[in-house]
């Protein structure tokens, strides 16, 4: 079954967190490094994109988890996993085999849960993140025209990391936690690049965005319905939002995504907002009862949690939605 045909049939379940989850292993530096880098030249605790090499074991279970709870969708451990993001571990040079080897974990975990009920087909979206460097915005303010990366270098570093996850055997792209939507134009760019140069179809692409505060606007200063409209030329599966909120601040956001959205929408908030600590409070039952409550409305395809949720939270989401309708595609009007 493809994806569209599971969508067009009901609400998704994407998975929750992988970073909280890792925190839970307790991991020291040794771990991290595992046989192969214990010489490495820099402390490398901290890159959880290397575990996908060193303790893929822990990867796949965190995997499983998540489709034991009742994910749909879950996305491979590579936030980071570009040249760009791996110089500050002076890992560049293993950019491309971090996404093979995060897309191998994702792609076993869910095609063993697949074989166990193949009604309820298993998806692994290659998880493509903002960068640690922006096109849009300068690191230095003394001097706002400059950029520490051009757009030439973000399309280079995208289209490596698509390299790897498409021969690691993901079924998706995903685009998220968008803050900058240059950097996700590159990304975009990037994408159509590669299948145009491997004369491949090209698969699905999935775009989310990041609500950063109040204002209703991402970091690099859009409006909602502008980045909607900044990457809708990509013509994606979805356009949604993750991380930065939580479900009860992200929701009149949705609300407004659903009603100009000519394609899928996704929605996976953090378990509310962070304590003074920095972590997350909100409960499983909590959290699913906001997505649930958004899946009565109509305004969501394919849901799940980012910051702080957890196996509990997926499982509690996948509960409250699994007998409620997907939210239809208007059929919009276009301009002539």
């Not at 045909?5 to 991290?32: C, F, N, P, S, W």
């Not at 996908?52 to 009742?70: D, K, R, S, V, W």
């Not at 757009?151 to 995208?158: I, M, S």
């Amino acid at each position: 079954m493809q994806i569209k045909q599971a969508l067009a049939e009901r609400i998704l379940v994407i998975d929750g967190a992988m970073g909280t989850m890792i925190q839970r292993h307790k991991l020291e530096e040794a771990d991290y490094r595992g046989e192969r880098f214990k010489d490495w030249h820099t402390d490398v605790k901290g890159n959880n994109d290397l575990l996908c090499i060193t303790q893929p074991q822990i990867i796949i279970g965190i995997h499983e988890l998540y489709l034991e709870a009742g994910a749909d969708i879950i996305e491979t451990n590579t936030f980071s996993s570009t040249v760009i993001a791996m110089a500050d571990y002076d890992m560049q040079s293993l950019a491309y085999e971090l996404n093979v080897a995060a897309a191998n974990c994702a792609r076993k975990a869910a095609d063993k849960y697949t074989a166990l009920n193949p009604a309820k087909p298993r998806f692994v979206a290659g998880a493509i993140g903002p960068l640690n460097k922006t096109l849009s915005l300068s690191p230095d303010v003394n001097n706002p025209g400059y950029r520490a990366v051009t757009f030439d270098e973000v399309v280079a570093a995208y289209y490596q990391q698509i390299s790897g996850l498409v021969d690691g055997g993901v079924d998706i792209i995903l685009i998220e936690t968008i803050f900058d939507t240059l950097n996700a134009k590159g990304a975009i760019f990037a994408v159509k690049k590669y299948f145009r140069d491997k004369g491949v179809p090209e698969l699905p692409v999935m775009i989310s965005g990041t609500i950063t505060d109040a204002s209703g606007r991402t970091l690099s200063g859009q409006t909602l319905e502008a980045f909607y409209t900044s990457v809708m030329h990509a013509n994606p599966l979805s356009v949604g939002l993750n991380c930065a909120l939580g479900a009860a601040e992200m929701r009149s956001h949705i609300e407004e995504l659903s009603s100009i959205a000519a394609c899928h929408v996704s929605a996976y908030p953090n378990a509310g907002l962070p304590n003074a600590m920095g972590e997350y409070d909100e409960q499983p039952h909590e959290t699913a009862h906001f997505i649930e409550e958004w899946a009565q409305q109509g305004f969501v395809n394919i849901v799940g949690g980012c910051c702080g949720t957890t196996p509990d939270h997926i499982k509690h989401i996948a509960q409250n939605v699994q007998h409620l309708k997907p939210r239809a595609i208007p059929a919009l009007e276009t301009a002539l």
